[in-house]
Each structure stands twice: as structure tokens, then as C-alpha cells.
């Protein structure tokens, strides 16, 4: 059990991973608030 | 529970449960903000322009807003908060207005529209992309790409306009100036009037600032 719930948060942090350098390749986010890019994101 | 504490914790969570080191979870922080903003932002703004009976023209506005902004940048609010209600109300706002607008003589709707997405593409050229203090643009070839990559998607907006245009629906003339709006709308935010008039909203509330 304990593999699995490794498996799915590896998941997760892999996706979430994925969405912010999405969102760093962009100008900025299309709301109207832009939460700080990270350091190791800015390009 | 604010949403700064609520990203933090998770991504602390993620971090201990997967041995990740601090700036994976600074990465993690960032991307599970941008996700709650654009969903709740999402969600609120479409739920009020279905209560004012104009989610279509809200929709077409917000997605044109999305294509743009991604591409060309813009003003932003300084805080979540303002952001969820200045969104919440521009983009309903803008379909009302196009609803509006809808009702008047075609040959100056048209003529109106042609206007503002000239207006639109100056102010691409002028000014795309428009950078921020919380997400710099700092490699020059990035600066072109985004440049080219705005232009691209204006592009994109005209030939979606054109399409819907031509369409017979019912919904299409309402549609099709809710995406000029949202255009107008976007656009305008990359000039200096338009970063005004974001910290004009933001001091509204509370001392305001934007972020460039």
C-alpha cells in the first residue's frame, strides 16, 4: 500500500512539475494575479 | 486557511512523502498556486456569467484572454484576491457589453469591432510581451519567441472571429464581439493606461500595487 501512495505522489510531483515549466515557458499566467516564478524556472 | 499556506503545505507534504529537495518544492509551491488560481478563477467567472444568462460570450472572452495573455503578457493585480474578483467581474462585464452591442446597427458593431482589433494589433506591436516584476522574461531569444508567439495567436483570435462571423447561429453575433472585447481587453493591459488603471482597481480595495 505504502508503494502505491509513493507511486501517485511521484505522479503528482511529476505533474505539477510539468504544469509550472508550462507555465514559466509563458509571459505570464492568464489570471489577473502572477504568483512569483521560481528561481530554477526563470528563464 | 490562506492559499499561500494551502500551496505550501501540500507541496511540503509532496516533498516529505517523495524526497524531493527545496527547490523542487519551491517549483511544487508555485505550480499548485497557479492551478487553484486558474481554477477557482475559472469556475467563479463562468458561474457568474451563466447567472447573468451570458456564459457563452463570458467563455469566448476568457479564452481569447487566456490565448493572449499567455503569450503577450500583462498587468496584474497584487493580490489573489482582487484578481479572483477583478476577473470575476471583467469578463461577464465584457459579454454584457457585447450583448449590448449585439442590439445595435451591424454596420457599426462591424465598424466598431474593425477598430479595436486594429487597435489591438498596435498595441501588440508596440508593446508584446509585457514582462513582470513575480515572472521576469530574461533570455532575449525567449523575449522573441513570446513576441512572435503573440502575434501568432492574434492571428489566431482574427481567423476564430472570421469563422464565427460567417457562422447563421443565433449565439455567433454575441460570440464573435465577446472575442473582440476580450481581445480589446487583453491588449489594452500591455499599455501603460492599462497598467493604470490595473493599480486604479487594486486601490480600490486596499493600498494597491501592480506587479511591474
Known amino acids: ?43 | 486557511m490562506s492559499g499561500e499556506i494551502f500551496s505550501k503545505r501540500w507541496a511540503r507534504f509532496l516533498s516529505s512523502q517523495t524526497g524531493q529537495n527545496d527547490e523542487t518544492e519551491a517549483v511544487l509551491i508555485y505550480a499548485i498556486e497557479i492551478l487553484a488560481i486558474s481554477v477557482i478563477n475559472f469556475v467563479l467567472t463562468l458561474g457568474l456569467g451563466w447567472l447573468l444568462g451570458v456564459l457563452w460570450g463570458t467563455l469566448a472572452a476568457l479564452l481569447t484572454a487566456i490565448l493572449m495573455r499567455h503569450t503577450a503578457g500583462g498587468a496584474h493585480s497584487s493580490s489573489p484576491i482582487r484578481c479572483a474578483i477583478i476577473t470575476m467581474i471583467i469578463f461577464p462585464a465584457l459579454a454584457l457589453l457585447a450583448k449590448q452591442l449585439a442590439g445595435l446597427n451591424p454596420f457599426i458593431t462591424d465598424l466598431l469591432c474593425l477598430l479595436m482589433v486594429l487597435i489591438s494589433f498596435g498595441l501588440i506591436w508596440c508593446f508584446a510581451p509585457v514582462e513582470n516584476e513575480a515572472a521576469p522574461i530574461i533570455s532575449p531569444q525567449r523575449r522573441r519567441s513570446l513576441r512572435t508567439f503573440s502575434f501568432l495567436a492574434f492571428f489566431v483570435v482574427c481567423i476564430c472571429i472570421f469563422i464565427i462571423k460567417q457562422s447563421l447561429q443565433p449565439w455567433a453575433e454575441d460570440v464573435y464581439i465577446s472575442i473582440v472585447l476580450g481581445l480589446m481587453w487583453s491588449t489594452f493591459n500591455l499599455s501603460s493606461p492599462g497598467h493604470s488603471f490595473m493599480l486604479f482597481l487594486d486601490g480600490i480595495h486596499q493600498e494597491g500595487r501592480c506587479n511591474q
Open chain 1, 1 to 43: 500500500m505504502k508503494k502505491y501512495g509513493y507511486l501517485l505522489f511521484s505522479f503528482m510531483v511529476t505533474v505539477l512539475v510539468f504544469v509550472a515549466n508550462v507555465a514559466s515557458a509563458s509571459a505570464c499566467i492568464w489570471s489577473h494575479y502572477q504568483p512569483n516564478v521560481p528561481d530554477s524556472l526563470r528563464k
